[in-house]
């Protein structure tokens, strides 16, 4: 048996649900499967938390009969779906990201210098082997800064990290380290750099 090629959890009416826990189980059991969250109403904090979950799709009940069986079909195709109230968070998203970072913070008393290194370029979307090169270090350890830098901030996962640290314009505490084509260090000033 092939098993289920889409599974539609409703939430309910603002209920708290363990995602990470859910969508980790039904990975377990049905890896093929697309996830899609099917909610009572739209709330920009329950989209990233299910996309951050591993979510394919979060739909809104208020959506029309034929919207719905499209959005279906575009996530069983592999497409992500997501509710077009989200588009209403996109300018203040773009004006944080291009303002000079606020103050936020402090990081410096947080995080280790490499795990600060670490963050910023995971905050760019560098992957782990990327960041390793970069840094000169192995992947191995790239992922144990990693693991460092979400318990200390108490968060779960990358998406969560980017996601709090343009939230909070994060302060990376000092220049950014990056090594020029001659092989020399270069700074740049500056907290999150895209």
Known sequence: MAGPHLIVLDTGKGEQLDLQAMFKGYKASYPQARLV??????????????????????????????????????IALGEKVMPSA???????????????????????????????????RMCRGEPNKVIAQNLGITEATVKVHVKAILRKLHLKNRTQAVAWALGEGADFGGPDRRRSAAGHSSTTPGAIAA
């Open 37 to 74: 969250i099917l909610a009572e109403s739209f709330e920009f904090e329950g989209v990233m938390r299910a996309f951050a979950a591993g979510a394919d799709g979060y739909i809104v009940k208020e959506i029309g009969c034929q919207s719905l069986m499209e959005s279906l079909r575009l």
């Open 86 to 120: 989200l588009a209403q968070f996109l300018p203040e998203t773009m004006e944080r990201r291009t303002r000079p970072a606020r103050p936020g913070p402090d990081l410096a008393g947080t995080l280790s210098e490499r795990e600060i290194e670490t963050f910023r």
